[in-house]
């Protein structure tokens, strides 16, 4: 009854309410033939961009009612507080006197729905600050590549960093899982562990299966267990069923925290109870509240990610909790989500400042300015990024982290290291 209990509690949670206030509606499609905004003298502009007036129009495409919404939501809120630090004044992100508007459209975490918000905005905006999820983004690749523009991922799938038009902001969900098993195969002998999966039936997913089978059979490692899980998929039994009756020992999470929820409190039920590893998107710092799961269900779980916590000793981070506390909207918390999503606009605006410098924030300048940026780091926030050649390269180290509920915090189990590397395990932070 408990446990039944409990996954209620979860799936409530995971479709939770909204921190942030809609932005409002464009006022209508623009013409493809002639620039959007007015020019001022001696700087290109085309779409998006009022140069007379210094002010950018960007696009996001969210998640905030979808199965992702729980990431979706604090995701959209770091855009929020970035542009109201930016519109604020004196932030230094943007040359003074610039400004942002933006567009936002909930897409729900569907595709098609993805698709035909693109198509509705895209005439009004210089670039899409967030696109929400690999199987939202990956149908826009074409339709991004005909109107020149780029999109920022809320996505670490490989085919970001292969596309110009898709940059990421960290390493890819394959590096993850690569790096989960090289870990995995310090804490027992290789011919004695044996591996499981459960992936969402998507490019997110195949990138961790990916990674989770290249590894294994380099270091002769066997998988039992492959499972697949559905976005929004709620019963879980014959999931933990097939595993447990594989004796999978490690299994990979390469799933929304909609699904990680509802896998760990069903693998509890069932008394199963294996070394659990996720990838970075199947975590949310909600789950630190032991009222919504509580903390004993994580017991065996690790967190692999290229990525920075909130509160992490690093240049830059009291910056951005100092711009967060100014500019968050009523009801928002710290999340690891929205740190992300505003240190990836970091990247976007960069490339915003430099266009301008350079007198061309048309799409193109925008586009070309991008290419120019080399070892940019956030601020210290970031592993460095490059979008000077393809495929980009932003990271290739990551490292285990384990949960620590008493801190609402994390405790370093395995350092960064390359994919490949067999590091050595640590139980204190670097």
Not at 37 to 54: I, Q, S, W
Not at 104 to 125: G, L, R, T, W
Not at 259 to 277: D, H, S, V
Request: charged residues 20%; proline residues 7%; negative net charge.
């Amino acid at each position: 009854m408990f446990v039944r209990s409990l996954l209620a509690t979860v799936l409530l949670l995971l479709t939770g309410c909204s921190d942030g206030t809609p932005a409002p509606e464009p006022s209508g499609p623009g013409d493809n033939n002639a620039p959007s905004m007015p020019m001022a003298e001696g700087l290109n502009t085309d779409f998006g961009v009022d140069g007379d007036n210094k002010v950018i129009r960007v696009g996001a495409l969210n998640d905030e009612s979808g199965p992702a919404a729980a990431i979706g939501k604090p995701y959209a809120i770091g855009k929020r507080v970035l542009v109201a630090q930016v519109n604020a004044g004196g932030s230094g992100l943007l040359p003074e006197g610039w400004r942002i508007e933006m567009v936002e459209k909930d897409h729900a975490y569907n595709p098609q729905q993805s698709v035909q918000a693109y198509k509705e905005i895209k005439d009004d905006i210089l670039f899409l600050a967030t696109s929400f999820g690999t199987p939202n983004t990956l149908p826009l690749l074409p339709l991004l590549q005909a109107d020149g523009i780029l999109a920022y991922p809320a996505s670490l799938s490989s085919e970001m960093a292969a596309n110009r038009n898709t940059p990421p902001a960290g390493p890819s969900y394959e590096i993850e899982a690569r790096r989960a098993m090289d870990w995995v195969v310090t804490t027992a002998e290789p011919a004695s562990i044996k591996a499981g999966i459960v992936y969402q039936q998507d490019d997110y997913g195949k990138d961790g299966l990916n990674g989770w089978k290249k590894a294994a059979a380099d270091h002769g490692v066997t998988i039992v267990s492959e499972q697949t899980v559905a976005p929004g998929q709620k019963d879980m039994a014959a999931v933990i069923t097939a595993l447990k009756n594989a004796g999978a020992t490690h299994v990979l999470l390469t799933t929304l925290p909609s699904a990680t929820g509802p896998i760990l409190g069903t693998a509890a039920q069932l008394k199963y109870m294996p070394t659990w590893i996720g990838n970075t998107p199947s975590w949310i710092d909600a789950f630190f509240a032991p009222e919504v799961i509580p903390s004993a269900v994580f017991t065996n779980f690790h967190w692999v990610s290229g990525l920075p916590y909130w509160g992490e000793e690093l240049p830059g981070m009291d910056g951005f909790v100092a711009a967060f506390e100014a500019h968050k909207s009523e009801g928002a918390k710290p999340d690891f989500y929205t740190m992300m999503s505003y240190m990836q606009g970091l990247v976007a605006l960069e490339a915003a400042k430099r266009a301008i410098e350079a007198d061309d924030i048309s799409r193109g300048g925008y586009q070309d300015a991008l290419g120019g940026i080399s070892g940019f780091t956030a601020g210290g926030l970031l592993q460095p990024l490059s979008y000077d050649s393809l495929p980009f390269v932003t990271g290739t180290r990551t490292r285990v982290l384990k949960p620590d509920f008493e801190k609402t915090s994390w405790s370093l189990v395995a350092p960064y290291a390359d994919a490949g590397a067999k590091a050595e395990g640590a139980e204190t932070a670097e």
